[in-house]
């Protein structure tokens, strides 16, 4: 089965600063995609930025980016120019590329808070 | 709006109870799926649907049921709530392969005393 590891509980980062949030992951799989989920206080969640395994690139979207270390079963999140707006818990998540939908495996949360 | 709808948003019963939280989308997602959030858990399935008449069992589906009736609702029914069930709940649906992107409602906040 496989398993996300989140061993940040609790992150705080100063506005316009860059902080990077952790994420590791266990399987025995080679395809797989990778997720970071952000929950804000109103609690949706909200979907930040997708990796695909087999793709060496890491992903970006604006001031999210990704570190994705494959052999090291490692996937960071980086969020440069950080706003108050990105107060939220993050969630990494794992899904195994099957070719069906299936659930997704999530960490435990890493709650985030921006300060002025 | 492309959207994944619950109700009710809040909720407050008593142990044994019956309740269901509905659940609903518009996108024409073949897969749907439940999840409860719990502090230092992260999200867990409880049951999902791969299309109409089509259930399964998630990690920790004890004390729930759902039914998948019509392709756009899943809804979740619990027919003797208890404290142990006490959670935040979320409805999502994606579509049947890759990219696996999965919309969530906006969460069910359900207390059972």
């Known amino acids: 089965a496989q398993t996300v590891t989140q061993s940040q509980p609790e992150m705080s980062v100063q506005e316009a600063e860059t902080v990077t949030l952790s994420c590791t992951y266990d399987?025995?799989?080679?395809?797989?995609?990778l997720f970071w989920y952000k929950q804000p206080p109103s609690r949706q969640m909200i979907l930040v930025i997708r990796?695909?395994?087999?793709?060496?690139q890491n992903a970006t979207e604006n001031r999210f980016s990704v570190n994705f270390q494959k052999a090291a079963k490692s996937f960071s999140l980086k969020i440069s120019d950080s706003q108050l707006g990105d107060t939220a818990m993050y969630f990494c998540?794992?899904?195994?590329?099957?070719?069906?939908?299936?659930?997704?495996?999530f960490g435990t949360g890493t709650r985030l808070q921006v300060t002025l | 709006e492309a959207q994944v709808t619950q109700n009710p948003r809040y909720l407050i019963t008593v142990t044994g109870k019956k309740l269901t939280v509905t659940c609903s989308q518009n996108?024409?997602?073949?897969?749907m799926s439940w999840y409860r959030q719990d502090p230092g858990l992260g999200l867990r399935q409880i049951y999902y649907?791969?299309?109409?008449?089509?259930?399964d069992k998630g990690d920790v589906p004890e004390g729930y049921k759902v039914s998948r009736k019509e392709k756009r609702n899943f809804p979740l029914i619990l027919e003797s709530p208890s404290p142990n069930q006490t959670s935040l709940y979320f409805c999502?649906?994606?579509?049947?392969?890759?990219?696996?992107?999965?919309?969530f409602g906006p969460g069910t906040r359900l207390t059972v005393t």
């Open positions: 996108m024409n997602h073949e897969y």
């Open positions: 999502a649906s994606s579509w049947g392969g890759p990219p696996y992107e999965q919309y």
């Open positions: 399987t025995s799989e080679n395809n797989y995609y």
């Open positions: 990796q695909e395994a087999y793709k060496q």
């Open positions: 649907s791969m299309n109409v008449e089509v259930t």
């Open positions: 998540a794992f899904k195994l590329h099957t070719g069906t939908a299936s659930k997704l495996t």
